[in-house]
Structures are given as C-alpha cells and as structure tokens.
C-alpha cells in the first residue's frame, strides 16, 4: 500500500437474470414468497470501497462511457432511472447499516462506475450493495460468509443475499426462495450464452409487484434446475417461466417490442428478467449470440448485448 493512501478493495459487481420466477403467496407485510433461478452474467458494475478518518459514508455513483453515451441518448424521450445521489444510493445504505451493525468507528468512501442499466431487472443496485458489504467486510477483517453480515444484506434487499456468492466456492447461479434472501446455490452443465436488450424505459419493481398475481397452483422450479444441470440451453429454454412478465408488460409498453424483436430471431427461447423492463433470449453459444445482439441493437429498441454466465468472485485488496 502507498504511504498516506487509506486501504481500499475493489470488486466487479455482475448483473443478474431470472430464469425462473414463481409467485408461492402475498405475505402480510406486503412481500411476495417466491421462488426464483438467477444466474450472474458478464455485465458489471466496478466499486471501490476505502476507509475513511471521518465518520460518515460518501458514495459517487456515474456510468462508464458507453453506457453514459446509452443514457444520454434517450435522456428526456423515456424515463430511464438516472442514478441516485450519495444519500439516496443503496451502497450509502448499505455502508452505513454496516458501521452501525458491526461498531465501526471509521467511515467510508465508496465510488461506483456502473455499465448496468438501472431499473432494469438486473440486480444492479443489489449487486452495487452486496459488493459494497463485501468489500467493507474485508477491509475490517470481517468472513464474507458471516451469518450478520448476509442477514444484513437480506434485510436492505431480497435480492443482496445472492450477490455474495457461495462460501463452498465458485457459484453462478442460485435458487432463491423467501422474499428471494434464502439462496441455494445450483450447478450449471455448462456456461450459459444469452443475448439482452435493455429498452429505453426502466421500471420500478414495486409498481409491478403491486399489480402482478399470486397463482392458485404454482409452478416447481424443479424442471429448470434439471435443465440447468444438463446444461443443454434448448432445454433450459423450454423451462423459463416469469410471473412477473405480465404486470411488467402492463408497466411498460417497451417491453412487448422488445419480446416481439427477439422472437424474431433464432434465440431458443426468451422473456423478461425480474421486473423488467430487460429482457433477454437463451442462444446455443457465444457466436449466435453476438451475431444476435447486433442486429438487435440496430433495431431502435435499445441497448442490445451478448452475455453469458460467470462465477461470483470475490473482492481483491487495492495496493495503490
Ligand atoms: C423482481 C426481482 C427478481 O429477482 O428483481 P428486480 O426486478 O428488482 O431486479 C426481486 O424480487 C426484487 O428484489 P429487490 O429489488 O431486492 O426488491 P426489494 O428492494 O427487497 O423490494 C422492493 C419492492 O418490491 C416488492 N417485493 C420485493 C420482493 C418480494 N419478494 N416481494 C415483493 O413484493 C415490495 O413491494 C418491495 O417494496
Ligand atoms: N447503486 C445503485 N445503482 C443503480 N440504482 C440504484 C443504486 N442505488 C439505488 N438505486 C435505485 O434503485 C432503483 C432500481 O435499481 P436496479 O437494481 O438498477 O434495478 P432492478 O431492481 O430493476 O434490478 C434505481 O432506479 C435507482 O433509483
């Protein structure tokens, strides 16, 4: 470490996608009981996490050139989630809960760069949080897996919990049941390769668990989790399943476009992830799904990209 330079951890934070999304009940405190199979993919988030001698939180939270050039240019014709301020952002959130929960009498510093679209049903604010307690774990020699910590992360957010990963090792994909906070890890057959589109128009998760519905007899995860093992991506297509599609579609017009261009191309199968309002398709490997992409994001339907599945890793100690 350089000298007068105060400990930092950066860690790449990945976006995520629902492959399986079951409603089970509405609960009394206004949640949903759920049953959902995420998988991270390539698409990150970068934050930076140093201890501070002053006993507050400070965030700065931008977007990385291209995805800043995305932004600007439906900036004013949709709503496209802008970033929150330091107080409002989940990462001050996040590291303030820990300070108080863990006793920590210096403060932190934080900056994000994301290239995660916002209010998309990516997981980027949870990702950005679950990073920023991880880092700041490290940083005061606190185990990544301790149970305080994840029960933190679950009370910010029912989607955190997943962000941190497996203390058994490298995970990719989970299944998340309770609000979402009760992760299983899964085993993939394979690295998974999808094609994204991101419409010019985000979608605020609440508002679409308002309107969705609890079915009377809910479907098993259990088919998807054997595709999953296999590994093979036309069964694994056959398997997708989102309850929230539909109260999404009604959220947000963009998404039907959206699914119609997919369903245009030779993606195996498709839908919404989360929320919405990204959607994505399943592709056989990485050279359709690039070809894919590409002809989507002449479309005019928004930000179009190729991804595939990658292991939660974890946060690396800053030596400058
Ligand atoms: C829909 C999903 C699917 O992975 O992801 P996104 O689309 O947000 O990425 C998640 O369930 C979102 O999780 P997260 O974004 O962490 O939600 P939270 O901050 O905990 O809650 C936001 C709001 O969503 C509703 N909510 C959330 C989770 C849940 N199991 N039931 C709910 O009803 C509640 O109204 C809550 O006030
Ligand atoms: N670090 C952050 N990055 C992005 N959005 C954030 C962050 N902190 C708080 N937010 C707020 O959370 C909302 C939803 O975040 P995000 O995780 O991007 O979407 P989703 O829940 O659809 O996956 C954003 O619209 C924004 O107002």
């Known amino acids: 470490m350089h000298a007068n330079q105060p400990p930092a951890v950066e860690i790449n934070t990945p976006a995520k996608l629902n492959l ?9 405190d206004g949640f949903h009981e759920l049953e959902t199979v995420m998988v991270a993919i390539n698409r990150f988030d970068r934050i930076r996490v140093a201890l501070s001698d002053t006993d507050d939180v400070r965030v700065e939270c931008g977007w990385l050139p291209h995805q800043a050039a995305v932004v600007e240019r439906y900036r004013g014709s949709q709503a496209v989630a802008t970033l929150p301020r330091s107080q409002d952002n989940l990462v001050t959130r996040a590291l303030e809960q820990f300070r108080q929960r863990f006793s920590i009498a210096d403060g932190f510093r934080a900056t994000i ?137 009604a959220t947000s017009e963009w998404i039907d476009r959206v699914l119609s261009a997919i369903a245009r191309t030779p993606v195996l199968g498709y839908q919404v992830t989360g929320s919405g309002s990204a959607c994505f398709g399943v592709c056989p490997n990485a050279a359709v799904a690039s070809r894919i992409a590409h002809n989507l994001q002449a479309a005019g339907i928004g930000s179009a990209f190729a991804a595939h599945s990658v292991c939660i890793a974890s946060p690396t100690r800053d030596l400058g």
């Open 113 to 249: 760069a994301k290239t995660i679209p916002a209010g998309a049903g990516m997981g980027g604010a949870s990702s950005d949080a679950a990073g920023a307690l991880r880092a700041a774990a490290q940083l005061c020699q606190i185990d990544q897996h301790d149970q305080r910590l994840l029960q933190l992360a679950g009370e910010l957010g029912s989607d955190i919990p997943f962000f941190f990963g497996s203390p058994q090792g490298s995970m990719s994909a989970a299944i998340a049941t309770g609000r979402g906070e009760q992760i299983d890890p899964v085993s993939i057959g394979g690295k998974l390769h999808f094609v994204v589109v991101h419409p010019p128009e985000s979608v605020s998760t609440a508002e679409v668990y308002r309107r969705c519905q609890v079915p009377s007899r809910p479907s098993s995860a259990a088919a998807m989790l054997a595709a999953l093992v296999g590994g093979r991506g036309t069964q694994i297509a056959s398997q997708l399943l989102n309850r929230l599609s539909e109260p999404a579609r």
């Open 20 to 28: 399986f999304l079951e409603l089970l009940d509405r609960r009394a």
